[in-house]
T-cell receptor, first 115, second 111 residues
Framework: GAGVSQTPSNKVTEKGKYVELRCDPISGHTALYWYRQSLGQGPEFLIYFQGTGAADDSGLPNDRFFAVRPEGSVSTLKIQRTERGDSAVYLC?????????????FGPGTRLTVL | SQQGEEDPQALSIQEGENATMNCSYKTSINNLQWYRQNSGRGLVHLILIRSNEREKHSGRLRVTLDTSKKSSSLLITASRAADTASYFCATDVQGAQKLVFGQGTRLTINP
């Protein structure tokens, strides 16, 4: 596609519920990243995929967070037993390769609100 | 965790003036990138400077990098009201594939 797309754009859920956030990267981009951004803060790294595999998941805050990318394109970030502190904008980015020399192309984000 | 610190946290200037934002970081890097964000949503890549470069230009943007001081600056010349946004520096840390962001500078250009 023309850019990175994320769905939904907004998600409101209740504490304790399960949510899935979807990211559709630019076609052909093998590297995919998830970030979380709280109000007034910079984006915080969550996980990085190279192809289908999670090459670095060191940013996932706890085992309630999980992400998959089964076919090396679309990725889903899954949050179990949501807590109010999970409220944030979840950003996805992709780049052509997993080399440390590339600009990332970011999607518009999903704003998650946990009531 | 955040790698970088940006200074100032907020900057308000008159249209036509130059805006300078600074960024400091902690670890060795492959490159440093600057991004812009409007209204708390998607980030837009502005410029990338590699660790072996000292200065780079792109249109009205000038970026410097001092690896000995682990710092960078972003200069926007002849600012416009449309430059109003948050600006983030981000480092590609050596030995990792993740981009680590600073806290950002909120820039306001007054017409």
């Amino acid at each position: 596609g023309a850019g990175v797309s994320q769905t939904p754009s907004n998600k409101v859920t209740e504490k304790g519920k399960y949510v899935e956030l979807r990211c559709d990267p630019i076609s052909g981009h093998t590297a995919l990243y998830w970030y979380r951004q709280s109000l007034g803060q910079g984006p915080e790294f969550l996980i990085y995929f190279q192809g289908t595999g999670a090459a670095d998941d060191s940013g996932l805050p706890n085992d309630r967070f999980f992400a998959v990318r089964p076919e090396g394109s679309v990725s889903t970030l899954k949050i179990q037993r949501t807590e109010r502190g999970d409220s944030a904008v979840y950003l996805c980015a992709s780049s052509p390769e997993g080399l440390a020399s590339r600009a990332r192309v970011f999607g518009p984000g999903t704003r998650l609100t946990v009531l | 965790s955040q790698q970088g610190e940006e200074d100032p946290q907020a900057l308000s200037i008159q249209e036509g003036e130059n805006a300078t934002m600074n960024c400091s970081y902690k670890t060795s890097i492959n490159n440093l990138q600057w991004y812009r964000q409007n209204s708390g949503r998607g980030l837009v890549h502005l410029i990338l400077i590699r660790s072996n470069e000292r200065e780079k230009h792109s249109g009205r943007l000038r970026v410097t990098l001092d690896t000995s001081k682990k710092s960078s600056s972003l200069l926007i010349t002849a600012s416009r009201a449309a430059d109003t946004a948050s600006y983030f520096c981000a480092t590609d840390v050596q030995g990792a594939q993740k981009l680590v962001f600073g806290q950002g500078t909120r820039l306001t250009i007054n017409p």
